[in-house]
């Protein structure tokens, strides 16, 4: 199914950010906000900072802070 995402998704508690997931592989980062239908993929994201966003008491807060300028984009 090309265009959607293959890895596991957790959804988690926000008032923003529905799901995330993290492909080992790729290291991409996924991230299903609540109000866009696109899957946001973050390049080249080290494990740590999935790790750190999971753990994160508020998701957007950490996205805002360590990866929206910090790691490349791709809406799928």
Excluded: C, W
Excluded at 22 to 33: A, G, I, Q
Excluded at 34 to 46: D, E, I, K, R
Aim: hydrophobic share 35%; proline share 3%; charged share 25%.
């Amino acid at each position: 199914m090309e265009g959607f995402s293959m890895i596991e998704m957790e959804y988690v508690r926000s008032s923003n950010v529905e799901q995330i997931g993290y492909d080992e592989n790729t290291s991409e980062l996924h991230v299903r906000f609540l109000t866009s239908p696109q899957l946001y993929v973050y390049l080249n994201v080290p494990r740590q900072v999935y790790d750190d966003l999971r753990m994160a008491s508020s998701k957007g807060t950490f996205l805002h802070a360590q990866v929206y300028k910090n790691y490349s984009v791709e809406k799928r």
